[in-house]
């Protein structure tokens, strides 16, 4: 990924002591998240960061599928929950994907690294997709009848109602 790396030099970097945790900070608009006081929670730790509707509009609306299966598992989220919380009646936001491809290339990253599309795709087809198929992505390596997804066991918590030491 030595394109998405080259883009995150001028964010900041902070590295956890006695982990090899390390934190980006971007700005909200690099993340496509609108940067509302409704949109931010805070940790158990007390750390700020988006919504989960918010971040998973954010990664549906930027067309990121990788991250978006990465939330779907860790959360459980199905389908039912994004009908309930997300906004699937958009379409993806291309104009933001412009916007990336056009920083991609001054930052002179050959294109073969950047893989943002400006066809636009209808949010609620991808949500479908993705939330429909989280048991097929679990793999021969877990069971399927203890695990409800490659992340979460049947019946664990949120995570997020979990404070974790971060050492």
Known sequence: MR????????????????????????TASFAHIPCEPDNIEKSKGGLPYPSLATYAQSLLETQNDV?????????????????????????TDVQWARRQIAVYEEAG????????DTE???????????????????????????????FRKHGSKDPRSVRRSLI
């Open 120 to 150: 636009p795709r209808k949010t609620r087809v991808d949500w479908q997709r993705l939330s429909r198929n989280k048991e097929a992505r679990i793999g021969i390596k877990k069971s399927a009848a203890r695990y409800a997804t490659r």
């Open 109 to 116: 990253i050959d294109e073969m690294f950047v893989f943002l």
């Open 67 to 91: 991250d978006l299966e990465d939330l779907i598992d860790g959360m459980n989220l199905s389908e039912e929950w994004g009908e309930q919380h997300l906004d699937l009646d958009k379409n």
């Open 3 to 26: 394109g998405r790396t080259i883009l995150l030099r001028p964010f900041p970097r902070f590295k956890a002591t006695k982990s090899n945790d390390f934190w980006v900070l971007v």
